[in-house]
């Protein structure tokens, strides 16, 4: 075995054992779902750690689009009308509460403007 396979085994298996410390730390919070079942036009609240981060301009306003997941799926944010929220950073984890809308040929939930806590 090749140097650079053991380094992408060691990787890989990091990444899968960082995967499941973020599904443990997502299932022992309380009155929270998984965001692989949560279903769309219910209110839910999701835990998850934000993975990416972006400001997207929509209609001469800024939006903040927040990519949020749990290791079982994920669901984005989006705070209309701003270009940051305090605390929110990619890798902080947060709980968003709301109704959330399918986008997408995959049935990816969308929240607008959630409520949500910085953990």
Known sequence: MTLKARLQGIAASNQKRDEEKLIDFCRRQANCSAIGSALARQDVNLVGEITSLRIVPRAGSPS????????TGSVVAVWTGRRRVAGV???????????????????????????????
């Open 64 to 71: 903040l689009e927040a990519t949020l997941s749990d290791g």
């Open 89 to 119: 950073a990619p890798g902080k984890r947060l709980v968003v509460s709301g109704r959330g809308a399918p986008i997408g040929p995959g049935g990816r939930l969308l929240f607008l403007n959630p409520r949500y806590e910085l953990l």
